[in-house]
């Protein structure tokens, strides 16, 4: 099993920054690469973007690239996502995941982590 435990969310205007973290423990060695998903109200959960624990750039969504950028450290097996210049179209939960692939889809991932709300106020 792995354990997911994401942290930093919270209440930020539009054009702020956040840093979004994800803790991996447990049988982390399993994994290939983190995920980053978030889910609006009402909406389908969506890809953010990804990362390989191995190295090698991340892949995002396109329509969030350039603003967000998806970062690791393996020593603390831990992942991160900085989200720049933030909208209110930003505003969800946001989750991180992991997988046994560079995935892109949701049903991809085989763990998921809590996740933590993200506000951005107009």
């Known amino acids: 099993q792995v354990q997911l435990v994401e942290s930093g969310g919270g209440l930020v205007q539009a054009g702020g920054s956040l840093r979004l973290s994800c803790a991996a423990s447990?049988?982390?060695?399993?994994?290939?690469?983190m995920g980053w998903f978030r889910q609006a109200p009402g909406k389908e959960r969506e890809f953010v973007g990804a990362?390989?624990?191995?190295?090698?750039?991340?892949v995002y969504a396109d329509s969030l690239k350039g603003r967000f950028a998806i970062s690791r450290d393996n020593a603390k097996n831990t992942v991160y996502l900085q989200m720049n210049s933030l909208k209110p179209e930003d505003t969800a939960v946001y989750y991180c995941?992991?997988?046994?692939?560079?995935?892109?889809?949701?049903?991809?991932?085989?763990?998921w982590g809590q996740g933590t709300q993200v506000t951005v106020s107009s």
């Open positions: 447990g049988r982390t060695f399993s994994t290939y690469a």
């Open positions: 995941a992991a997988s046994g692939i560079l995935g892109r889809v949701r049903d991809e991932y085989d763990y």
């Open positions: 990362i390989r624990w191995s190295g090698g750039r991340p």
